[in-house]
């Protein structure tokens, strides 16, 4: 059984509380998922990955997870958009879905458990629907288009719990608007839209398709049972997708439908949220074009999943647009893989003590020893990721100290051996400090070998070029041309190249 306390900010509340699930050891997480009619951008990633640090710190203190996510492929936005391309709705969702599928696993995330789709689930919706006409909390209205459904927003009286609305006070809300004069009230929303002469499924109530709300609730009851854990999403969705989909459940199972709400914050562009209706989204193929997939990672994860992520565009004097959080965090994350390869470089050279005779290495190893534990408290406390990235800055540190120490005394046998120890410990430190976050998923030369590349072409540079200008330059230095050296340094360095000096030898590297 899971021994550490999880605390999460439940929306539903607006309180820090300590996770409770309903089956002690087992937790049930529901997030919305993505309406595939187009690419994603940043703020999709962003959504992803808060849930994907949920359910990794979830599994990491012991929890047997069940995560679902849905895919919302019967959309007004996807049929709009398979009209514009000539495709089948349901074709172009399939296609659009499995882009996003490929981006979100470059950045970390996890797949689900279940991965349902509505078009795989409209029966479960009409039953649903079925229910809810049958406990007279929804009726059929008749339209030009065949017969819509809704559900009786008065009849719930409880509506409005989640985002702390006064029901007087609100207005109608719903992915796709309809003619109020179908409705009994405003406030109503619809469980079902008749389309007798466009794209959809028959029904009791003619052929039609399923409204936005319902298909969550129909979903995360076939997998996870009518009440469950954690319901999760973008803070978007508190009001009205979120609120209906509560009306809706509780009205036909009784209370609770989630024992927590989880919502993450938006990312900006502009100082307004990021998204596709407003034109100033940034795609995940733009970031991914320019940073490593972990980098982007790293940059969401350097912010609460609950605030507000600024995501800053420049565009330079030589027309290239580049994103310079982003450009901090593959810093950052450079520096983790290079200092885990000098650990192991360090690990792997000999004989290791293990004994703790050196009081210069006392702190650093109570750092290393400490390191993942840290990690997994800060994400106990409402999954503080900042917190979490801060242990790991402070585990690089104390790392770099071991290997700055066993190179100072590489003289003395015993020290450098106490040096070697502590650098296994910590390799095994940061392996396990990272996994509950996602980072460090690439074996060091493929990272090296990757963001070489990109960096290269970032820069529209070729490698063999450089190698022959560092070459050259080896040859000139060994020639004691050393005037020439320097030229050719300056030139390396004008065009972002790190060069290295070594025993007879000298690396390069690309800059950022």
């Not at 279940?114 to 049958?134: A, C, F, M, W």
């Not at 959809?200 to 039609?208: D, E, L, M, N, T």
């Not at 540079?461 to 560092?470: N, R, S």
Request: hydrophobic share 45%; net charge negative; glycine share 8%.
């Amino acid at each position: 059984m899971p021994a550490a306390t999880i605390q999460l900010y439940n929306t539903m509340t607006r309180k820090l509380e300590p996770f409770e699930p309903r089956v002690p050891g087992k937790a049930g997480v529901y997030v919305c998922g993505p309406t595939p009619y187009n690419v994603a951008h940043a703020g999709h990633a962003r959504a992803n990955l808060a849930f994907d640090v949920l359910v990794r710190h979830l599994r990491a203190r012991g929890y047997e997870v069940t995560f679902v996510r849905n895919l919302t492929d019967v959309d007004d936005k996807i049929l709009a958009a398979a009209q514009a391309t000539g495709e089948e709705p349901l074709a172009l969702s399939a296609r659009m879905a499995a882009v996003i599928e490929e981006e979100m696993k470059a950045i970390g995330v996890l797949p689900p458990d279940v991965e349902p789709r509505v078009s795989d689930h409209i029966e479960d919706i009409l039953r649903l629907i079925q229910t809810l006409i049958d406990k007279g909390v929804a009726y059929v209205s008749e339209t030009g288009k065949g017969a819509d459904v809704y559900f009786s927003v008065r009849s719930f009286p409880d509506y409005g719990k989640l985002s702390h609305r006064n029901i007087d006070d609100l207005l109608a809300g719903a992915r796709v608007e309809v003619s109020v004069d179908v409705k009994r009230d405003p406030l109503d929303f619809a469980l079902w839209k008749g389309s007798a002469e466009a794209w959809g499924w028959p029904s009791p109530w003619g052929k039609g398709r399923p409204g936005w709300h319902i298909e969550c609730s129909a979903m995360a009851s076939r997998y996870l049972g009518p009440h469950f854990d954690i319901h999760g999403g973008g803070m978007d969705l508190i009001f009205p997708h979120h609120e209906n989909e509560i009306a809706q459940s509780e009205a036909a199972w009784g209370k609770e439908f989630s024992r927590v709400w989880l919502h993450n914050g938006f990312v900006t562009c502009d100082s307004e949220k990021m998204s596709k209706s407003l034109g100033n989204f940034v795609t995940m193929r733009d970031v991914l074009a320019r940073n490593d997939a972990e980098a982007f990672r790293y940059f969401l994860l350097n912010s609460h999943y609950r605030a507000q992520v600024a995501f800053d565009v420049v565009k330079r004097d030589d027309g290239r647009v580049i994103f310079p959080l982003v450009d901090e965090a593959e810093r950052k994350v450079e520096y983790l893989y290079v200092t885990f390869e000098a650990l192991r470089a360090l690990a792997q050279g000999g004989e290791a003590s293990d004994r703790e005779t050196e009081p210069q290495l006392a702190t650093h190893a109570k750092t290393i020893a400490t390191a993942e534990e840290r990690v997994l408290a800060a994400l106990d406390k409402d999954l503080n990721t900042p917190a979490a990235l801060a242990v790991l800055g402070e585990l690089g540190k104390a790392s770099n100290e071991v290997l700055i120490f066993a190179a100072k005394a590489r003289k003395d046998a015993s020290k450098v051996a106490a040096g070697r120890g502590l650098a296994r410990a910590a390799m095994k430190s940061l392996e396990a400090a990272v996994k509950p976050l996602g980072l460090m998923i690439a074996e060091p030369r493929i990272f090296f070998e990757r963001t070489r590349a990109q960096r290269l072409s970032n820069k529209g540079l070729d490698a063999a070029v450089i190698d022959a200008k560092v070459h050259e330059r080896t040859l000139a230095r060994a020639a004691k041309d050393f005037a020439r050296g320097d030229a050719l340094r300056k030139e390396l360095t004008e065009l972002g190249i790190e060069v290295t000096d070594g025993d007879g030898a000298s690396t390069w590297k690309v800059g950022i």
